[in-house]
T-cell receptor, first 117, second 113 residues
Framework: NAGVMQNPRHLVRRRGQEARLRCSPM?????VYWYRQLPEEGLKFMVY????????ESGMPKERFSAEFPKEGPSILRIQQVVRGDSAAYFC???????????????FGQGTRLTVV | TQLLEQSPQFLSIQEGENLTVYCNSS?????LQWYRQEPGEGPVLLVT?????EVKKLKRLTFQFGDARKDSSLHITAAQTGDTGLYLC?????????????FGKGTHLIIQP
C-alpha cells in the first residue's frame, strides 16, 4: 500500500513562472491537506480538500495560490507568478477521516522543495 | 499567536541520557499527534493520543496527553543516535471544524555518540 506520493521532489522556477505541485493520497483516503514549511517555522496549514471540494482554505494566500482535488487524479497546488518568498517545502498529507473528527491521523508525503530563482 | 508551543526548541544530549520535550497550548485539542521529521523527508507519525491523561509507549518513547487535553510530553529513555531528528506535535481542535492540524515549530533533537 503506497504512501502519500508527491511530485516533483524538487522544483526550480524563475520569478513570474507557475509552479504545479502534485499529491496522490494514500489508497482509500479522500481527505487531503497542504502545508508549507519554512526553515525554523514549522508546518503551516494552507488548505484542506475533499474530493472535488475545498473544505477550508483559510491558510492559503488570497492571491496566486489555488488548490484542487478532482474526482480523478491527484490533488494539485498551483502557485502562479512565483516570487522568491514562495521558496519553501510544500507537504501534502492525507487522511481517511475528515479533519475535526477525533483520532484523525494524517500521513505525509516526502514534500516538494520549491526554489524560486 | 502560535497555538502550540514546543520546548525546548533545540536539545543536544549524549547517547544513553534521558530527555523530555513538551508541547503546550491554551487551547483544548480533541487529539494530539507526535511526528518525527528527518532532513529532506516528510513528517512520520509516531503516535496519536486522544483521552486526557492517556499514556502511550512506543519502545523507549513515552507519550502523555495532559488531563485537560491542552498539553503533551514526549519522554525518551536511553536516547540513541537514531533518535536524532525534528519532533513535531500537532493538534486537532476540539469542537469539530474543518481546520487542518495545528503544528508546533518542533524540537530539534541531536543525540551525540
Amino acid at each position: 500500500n503506497a504512501g502519500v506520493m508527491q511530485n516533483p521532489r524538487h522544483l526550480v522556477r524563475r520569478r513570474g513562472q507557475e509552479a504545479r505541485l502534485r499529491c496522490s493520497p494514500m489508497k482509500g483516503h479522500s481527505h487531503v491537506y497542504w502545508y508549507r514549511q519554512l526553515p525554523e517555522e514549522g508546518l503551516k496549514f494552507m488548505v484542506y480538500l475533499q474530493k472535488e471540494n475545498i473544505i477550508d482554505e483559510s491558510g492559503m494566500p488570497k492571491e496566486r495560490f489555488s488548490a484542487e482535488f478532482p474526482k480523478e487524479g491527484p490533488s494539485i497546488l498551483r502557485i502562479q507568478q512565483v516570487v522568491r518568498g514562495d521558496s519553501a517545502a510544500y507537504f501534502c498529507a492525507s487522511s481517511q477521516k475528515g479533519a475535526g473528527l477525533m483520532n484523525t491521523e494524517a500521513f505525509f508525503g516526502q514534500g516538494t522543495r520549491l526554489t524560486v530563482v | 499567536t502560535q497555538l502550540l508551543e514546543q520546548s525546548p526548541q533545540f536539545l543536544s544530549i549524549q547517547e544513553g541520557e534521558n530527555l523530555t520535550v513538551y508541547c503546550n497550548s491554551s487551547s483544548v485539542f480533541s487529539s494530539l499527534q507526535w511526528y518525527r521529521q528527518e532532513p529532506g523527508e516528510g513528517p512520520v507519525l509516531l503516535v496519536t493520543v486522544v483521552t486526557g491523561g492517556e499514556v502511550k509507549k512506543l519502545k523507549r518513547l513515552t507519550f502523555q496527553f495532559g488531563d485537560a487535553r491542552k498539553d503533551s510530553s514526549l519522554h525518551i529513555t536511553a536516547a540513541q543516535t537514531g533518535d536524532t531528528g525534528l519532533y513535531l506535535c500537532a493538534g486537532a481542535k476540539a469542537g469539530g471544524g474543518a481546520d487542518g492540524l495545528t503544528f508546533g515549530k518542533g524540537t530539534h533533537l541531536i543525540i551525540q555518540p
